[in-house]
Nanobody, 119 residues
C-alpha cells in the first residue's frame, strides 16, 4: 500500500525558511507528477507547486521566486524549499503524487504538515 509521509513543517518567523519533505513508501514505480498543495480553514486546497518525472516545474503565482520544488526519483521523495516566508503562507501543506498505469490513474495524498509563519 502506497503511503506518503510529510515532514519538515513547523513555526517560523516571517522572512524565514523551511524545507518540507515527502517520502513515498510501498512504491515500486515512479510517479508521473509529485506536488505540494496547501489549505487553510474555510478555503479550498490550492496547488503550490508541481514537478514532473523529468523535472518540469510549475508554481502558483503567490510563491514564484520564493519556493522551489525538487524530487529524487530514486527515493520517491519530493521536497519543497520555502524561503522568504510570509504570514499568508500559513497553512497545512499536503504532498500529492499521481501516476497513470494500464489499469487506470491513481492519486495519493499525504496526511499534511502544518506550516505557521508568525512573529
Amino acid at each position: 500500500q502506497v503511503q506518503l509521509v510529510e515532514s519538515g513543517g513547523g513555526l517560523v518567523q516571517p522572512g524565514g525558511s523551511l524545507r518540507l519533505s515527502c517520502a513515498a513508501s510501498g512504491v515500486i514505480f515512479s510517479f508521473n507528477t509529485m506536488a505540494w498543495y496547501r489549505q487553510v480553514p474555510g478555503k479550498q486546497r490550492e496547488l503550490v507547486a508541481v514537478i514532473t518525472i523529468v523535472g518540469t516545474t510549475n508554481y502558483a503565482d503567490s510563491v514564484k521566486g520564493r519556493f522551489a520544488i525538487s524530487r529524487d526519483n530514486a527515493k520517491n521523495t519530493v521536497y519543497l524549499q520555502m524561503n522568504s516566508l510570509k504570514p499568508e503562507d500559513t497553512a497545512v501543506y499536503y504532498c500529492h503524487a499521481y501516476r497513470t498505469a494500464s489499469s487506470g490513474d491513481y492519486d495519493y495524498w499525504g496526511q499534511g504538515t502544518q506550516v505557521t509563519v508568525s512573529s
